[in-house]
């Protein structure tokens, strides 16, 4: 299965991530306090893009690529957080859509 496969889900997305890590000798180093560091450097990464950008229409096409790259990589360690807490992150996403269609925000400034 790879990535052109529509049918791609969760299951063998994770099951590529999980056989990369094993064939790499990551797996020691996987634990959640440090895959939870690891997203936040990429997280950064992804902020790095944007710094001194006025707004979105201000990237190149060259941005726009590292921007998928380092969206692939803070996926890739929510993925395998995820994994580890033996949930799928497409149910998450669910779940917490349904707590925000309850939820209610202001953002007028008084």
């Not at 094993?22 to 634990?31: A, F």
């Not at 950064?44 to 201000?58: C, G, M, P, R, T």
């Not at 998450?92 to 859509?97: G, N, Q, S």
């Amino acid at each position: 299965m790879g990535a052109s496969d529509s049918n791609w889900n969760f299951s063998g997305v994770m099951q590529e991530l999980r056989d990369l890590r094993d064939q790499r000798g990551w797996r020691k180093y996987h634990t959640l306090p440090a895959l939870a560091r690891a997203l936040s450097v990429e997280a950064a990464e992804v902020n790095e893009i944007f710094l001194w950008q006025n707004d979105q229409s201000e990237l190149s096409s060259k941005k726009q690529a590292d921007l998928k790259m380092e969206l692939a990589d803070t996926l890739t360690y929510l993925y395998y957080m995820c994994d580890q807490l033996g949930v799928d992150p497409n149910e998450l996403v669910h779940e917490k859509l349904k707590v925000n269609q309850n939820r209610h925000w202001s953002f007028d400034q008084k």
